[in-house]
């Protein structure tokens, strides 16, 4: 009887690192299938984008460091995933910057409504490091509108650290 239950809570146990492998699998299989859509969209903007964005950079140690973020939906997005990359720097070692792949917290935005707690945030965004301090970023996000149907909204972004310097300046100033 006792190697019955043991055999039993084993099985348990194994079948949820199973799961767990198994998610993970299709979690990486899904980002691996934004890289390519990135990679081969790369000409072909969104047009009519349903949200701000803003992009930020600062210089730190000879690095840079980068972050989008989304805000001000036009329309219900729920369960949005994002990722912004470099095409030139893509890694296969690497993971590029994302958002609502890898971690089971899901993101959504309703225009006019924030409940944190309930996981409808004002704005949301993607931060990765660069070595150059000009680069293109491409822009993936992806998401369900209210009738549960997946849209994509491509963009890119024209990095270049020099529209950003008299920004940290400014900001050094004013903590004197």
Known sequence: MKK?????????ILSGCNSSKREYEDQRQKYENYMEL????????TTNIPFNWEFNMT???GKYIYEVIISKPLVEMSN???????????SESEI?????LFEEERYNMIPNQIC?????YPGIGVNGIS???KFILNCLVVYKDRKQSDNYVYFI????????????????EGKQ
């Open 4 to 12: 019955i239950g043991f055999l039993l809570c084993l099985s348990l």
């Open 38 to 45: 990135i990679i081969d969209n790369s000409k072909q903007i």
């Open 59 to 61: 210089e730190s140690e």
């Open 80 to 90: 949005i995933q994002m990722i912004a990359v470099d095409i030139e720097q893509i």
């Open 96 to 100: 590029a910057p994302n958002l609502g």
């Open 116 to 120: 944190v707690e309930k996981g409808y």
């Open 131 to 133: 070595n150059s301090d």
């Open 157 to 172: 972004i024209n990095a270049d650290y020099d529209d950003f310097k008299s920004k940290e300046v400014t900001k050094d």
